[in-house]
């Protein structure tokens, strides 16, 4: 294992830059990506990942669609948290700051880290400058409103471009921190 761990964001987008509706739902996306072939790369990134990283909302939107069976027990998992945590057989919880966190993980050695979501802390992390990649797939949808991608912040983050990949009507882009 390498000690030179990422912390990468690989998420979903509509065109307009929402990554769910103002309920919370991601019908949208399921339905543009019926009838998509393959995964979309999801298996080869997911291989390179042994962290993964979500917000407290976003876990329980992923408990609530998954019928209580947390998808990634072969991972380790956290989940951020400002409520008091339940246990959980594969899941930790924390009220970390990010930075601490972030810094904390990649002291140790291990695959990469990835910032699940949802919004709010995917915002805390670019705030913070703490996003080394992003592999961004766009959704051929339109939504108008709904939870935004980003948030408005008070950094600057210079990328560069790794690739372009298309996947049926799906465009992924995929960037690296400079």
């Not at 979903?12 to 339905?31: C, H, N």
């Not at 246990?87 to 924390?94: G, I, L, N, P, W």
Request: hydrophobic letters at 40%.
């Amino acid at each position: 294992m390498e000690n030179n761990r990422k912390v990468v964001c690989y998420i979903a987008t509509s065109v307009d830059g929402y990554i769910a509706t103002t309920e919370d739902s991601l019908d949208w996306l399921f339905k543009a990506a019926e009838g998509q072939e393959g995964d979309m790369g999801y298996a080869e990134f997911i291989a390179t990942i042994d962290t993964v990283v979500l917000g407290r909302r976003t876990y329980d939107w992923v408990m609530a669609a998954e019928n209580g069976q947390f998808p990634y027990q072969d991972k380790m998992s956290y989940v951020f948290t400002s409520t008091v945590a339940e246990e959980h057989a594969f899941v930790t919880f924390t009220d970390q700051t990010v930075s601490d966190f972030v810094k904390a993980l990649k002291e140790k050695s291990g695959k990469d880290i990835w910032v699940v979501g949802g919004s709010g802390l995917l915002h805390s992390f670019v705030e913070e400058n703490l996003i080394d990649e992003w592999i961004i797939s766009i959704a051929p949808v339109l939504l108008g409103k709904g939870i935004p991608l980003f948030k408005e912040v008070n950094v600057e983050s210079s990328l560069k471009l790794k690739s372009v990949k298309s996947y049926g009507d799906f465009v992924q882009l995929h960037y690296k921190k400079l």
